[in-house]
């Protein structure tokens, strides 16, 4: 770790300073406001960062399991069997099924269980996916947190949400966790501003008390900053924050096209905030929509809502046997 102290007259210089010299990933350790030899107030910023990432030397067995457990499905039980999965359907309209979810990315072994409901256009019938159950903030406080990689769409789909529920009556407020970085939580903020609903920017516990205090909200929607699964002290950082709340629901946002063994990369380096749901974003990217099966299978995490294309009042939707089905047909 890098440990720099940056000196301004006002707090945001101050921030501004740290972020300047030590990157967007700088940490803010501490802050404190002392008057100058002047008489002036002078405001001084503890920053940490981690020092320029190393690749790792060598891969922990467990997550070399994993990796090779997602290339198995992509694969499907190595490729020389393919064919032999095909045979093994029983009519002409499964293995055409067959083959446009393979196309799509689906891995063989899965595609075979999904081709045969496909072939009579029914729900998707399978033992290696987990289903979600809709949140419910109108028969009891929902606190949902968000969490994943930057950019995956963390901030757009508590927006999403928020505005799904505010039009079923739902009291809804929105949190950031993200108070360290210049700019943090302006996204989110400006969203809250939009759609009238409170918002809050929490750094430690005692932000929470003030939350606690000014929110009677039946739904508290916690965006989180993005992660990189490199970075130990972020993924901390992040989970220590989370902490604070009694969530009761922990989503896991990816987007729809990213490569398997970066998704699961992603959710070994999440596993420790237990999350409870799956949300796939960015559906309308992805030219291999068959991939979302295969890291759902992989991860054993519940499917639950995801996210169509930026506008935040449509493009919401939820992941049922049906509703994926019909979104896998229209993508062969």
Request: net charge neutral; hydrophobic share 45%; proline share 3%.
């Amino acid at each position: 770790m890098q440990f720099r102290t940056f000196e301004a007259g006002t707090l945001p210089l101050a921030m501004q300073k740290a972020t300047d010299a030590l990157g967007d990933d700088a940490v803010i350790m501490d802050r404190q406001s002392t008057v100058s030899s002047s008489g002036e107030t002078l405001w001084k910023v503890y920053a940490a960062v981690d020092e320029a990432p190393r690749l790792y030397e060598q891969k922990s067995q467990q997550l070399e399991n994993i990796v090779q457990t997602l290339e198995s499905l992509v694969d499907g039980i190595a490729r020389r069997d393919v064919a032999a999965i095909r045979a093994g359907l029983n009519s002409a309209g499964e293995q055409r099924a067959f083959d446009s979810l393979v196309e799509i990315g689906t891995s063989p072994h899965l595609a075979k269980d999904l081709a045969v409901a496909m072939a009579v256009n029914g729900p998707v019938a399978s033992n290696s996916l987990v289903w979600a159950d809709k949140l419910v903030p109108s028969e009891r406080k929902e606190v949902v947190a968000m969490i994943g990689p930057s950019g995956v769409g963390k901030t757009l789909l508590a927006a999403k949400l928020a505005t799904h529920f505010m039009m079923k009556g739902v009291d809804v407020a929105m949190v950031s966790l993200d108070s360290d970085r210049v700019a943090s939580g302006r996204v989110l903020r400006a969203y809250a501003d939009i759609l009238g609903v409170p918002h809050f920017t929490v750094s430690d516990a005692n932000d929470v008390v003030m939350v606690k205090k000014q929110s009677q909200a039946q739904l508290l929607l916690v965006d989180t900053q993005g992660v990189n699964v490199r970075k130990k002290i972020s993924i901390a950082e992040v989970q220590k924050r989370v902490a604070f709340f009694a969530t009761t629901r922990c989503m896991l946002v990816l987007p729809a096209h990213m490569e398997g063994a970066n998704a699961m990369a992603v959710a070994k380096a999440l596993a420790g905030m237990k999350p409870t749901d799956l949300v796939f974003t960015k559906i309308d990217e992805s030219v291999r929509i068959g991939n979302m099966i295969n890291i759902a299978a992989a991860t054993k995490l519940p499917l639950s809502y995801c996210g169509f294309g930026v506008d935040v009042a449509d493009h919401l939707g939820w992941l049922s046997p049906r509703s994926l089905m019909s979104l896998l047909r229209k993508n062969v």
